[in-house]
């Protein structure tokens, strides 16, 4: 049930979903110190319409709730690459920076109460400067095939020098991503949130949950479906040129797929 409401305190909304304090970080709401303040004493104070507020919030909450799943297994390979770059690259650009202020000003914050945040800190930063690197290199493939321009007289050795290789390669830093996935999940004991922990606690814990869940999904689309699908069209392809010399000959420059 939506407990959203005027009288709300902005510390009961984000404890309530934390992922509500993204949309007060977008309004320079700072959470802590107008934690004990209603949402209508915060608006107007900061001359906010409260009904927009409430719309924002209500929104993030939906958003929270999730689209329905899709079955990315039967959609084109373009499609599914422009799927992960509008959707889960982008989740990534956006989340990065704040988690990456969030796990420091803890690790800052809270070091002495809970140890254990300071290797959080360091393991995702490694992280993070790992996943920034990896999508910039991804994209230069993936832009690549969403643009629906190939050209067919490349040979076996440059398809695999050009994706196949660089493709393979990702998918074993997929394994080092899930690696600090998995150490960030047992430091934080399953993203659990401690008693008295403040709520930027609770924030970098909601956010490092969320980055958990979506990388997972994102993981999982290009390991097991966009990647061995580039791959394999990209070594039919080559073969096809193999076979069909005159082929390659009679186009010249790229052509579309
Ligand atoms: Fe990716
Ligand atoms: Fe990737």
């Not at 084109?76 to 799927?83: D, L």
């Not at 969320?210 to 290009?222: A, G, N, S, T, V």
């Amino acid at each position: 049930m939506c407990t959203i409401s005027p009288l709300a305190t902005v510390g009961a909304l984000v404890t309530e979903q934390p992922s509500r304090s993204l949309v007060f970080e977008e309004l320079d709401v700072d959470i802590c110190v107008n934690g004990q303040k209603s949402l209508a004493d915060v608006c107007a104070a900061m001359s906010l319409a409260v009904g927009g507020v409430i719309a924002l919030l209500t929104a993030e909450d939906a958003r929270r709730k999730g689209s329905q799943p899709v079955n990315w297994g039967s959609r084109e390979v373009e499609e599914v690459a422009s799927h992960v770059v509008a959707t889960h690259h982008a989740y990534l650009r956006r989340a990065l920076p704040r988690l990456s202020m969030l796990t420091s000003r803890v690790a800052r914050g809270h070091g002495q109460e809970f140890p254990e945040v300071a290797e959080l800190s360091m393991v995702f930063e490694t992280f993070r400067a790992e996943a920034e690197r990896h999508m910039c290199q991804e994209e230069g493939i993936l832009f690549s095939i969403t643009s629906k321009v190939d050209n067919v007289d490349r040979s076996l050795d440059e398809r695999l020098a050009e994706t196949v290789g660089p493709l393979a390669n990702m998918t074993i830093e997929h394994d080092d991503a899930a690696r600090a996935l998995t150490r960030m999940h047992m430091l934080t004991k399953g993203y659990w949130v401690p008693e008295g922990a403040c709520n930027g606690y609770r924030s970098m814990i909601d956010g490092l949950a969320e980055l958990d869940r979506d990388m997972k999904q994102h993981l999982h689309i290009e390991n097991h479906i966009l990647f061995p699908r580039i791959m394999d069209r990209e070594r039919s392809r080559a073969i096809s040129v193999a076979r069909s010399p005159q082929r390659g000959a009679s186009v010249s420059g790229r052509t579309a797929i």
